[in-house]
Structure formats: structure tokens, C-alpha cells
């Protein structure tokens, strides 16, 4: 009975991380559409200003540069979400253990109880 009742709580547990997992998943997602959605917007706004002036060569250049700019800021960016996640994860995956070795602990004490 009592395994019962512990395999019900991992069961329990493991619907829950897969929860948060799942909105996670989905958090990012969203950005990442957003992400996509506001490039778009920015070549278009670009697009629309080469369309309105002359391009001398230092404007070409100011636009290359501010485009590298950007992209640089953008990888900064994904690289720092990329290193949240996984410190989230690192700290689930603690949770998670720190949680199995109170379920032993329980179990332990329960079987010495029985035993006395």
C-alpha cells in the first residue's frame, strides 16, 4: 500500500514537472514568434527608408552596421535565456532529488517504526 501511495506521488510529480516543462516550452515559443515578428518589422522599416532615400555608401555602411549590431545583441540575448533554462533545470533536477531522498528518509523511519 505504501508503494502504492509513493508511486501515486512520483506519478503526481512527474504530471507537474511535465506542467511547468510544458508552459515553459511554450513561454519560449511565444517569444521566439515575437522575436520573429519584430525582425520582420525591422526589415520592413528598413526596406521602407531604402525605398525613400538615396543610399550613399555611408549610409549602406551605418545600415550594415546597425544590423550587425542587432544580431550581436540578439545572440547576447537568446545566449542569456539559453543559460536561465538551464539553471532552471539544474534547480528542478535538485528539487527533484532533494524531494526522492525525503521519500526515502520517510520510508526509512516508517520501517524502523514497524520494526519497534
Known amino acids: 500500500m505504501r508503494r502504492l ?41 528598413e526596406e521602407s527608408e531604402r525605398g525613400r532615400e538615396r543610399e550613399g555608401e555611408g549610409e549602406i555602411e551605418r545600415r550594415r552596421e546597425r544590423e550587425r549590431e542587432r544580431e550581436k545583441r540578439e545572440r547576447e540575448r537568446e545566449r542569456g535565456e539559453r543559460e536561465r533554462e538551464s539553471e532552471r533545470e539544474r534547480e528542478r533536477e535538485k528539487e527533484r532529488e532533494r524531494e526522492r531522498e525525503r521519500e526515502r528518509e520517510r520510508e526509512r523511519i516508517g520501517e524502523i517504526q514497524r520494526e519497534s
Open 5 to 45: 501511495e509513493v508511486r501515486w506521488r512520483d506519478t503526481e510529480r512527474d504530471k507537474r514537472e511535465k506542467r511547468e516543462r510544458d508552459r515553459e516550452r511554450e513561454k519560449r515559443e511565444r517569444e521566439r514568434r515575437e522575436r520573429e515578428r519584430e525582425r520582420e518589422r525591422e526589415r520592413e522599416r
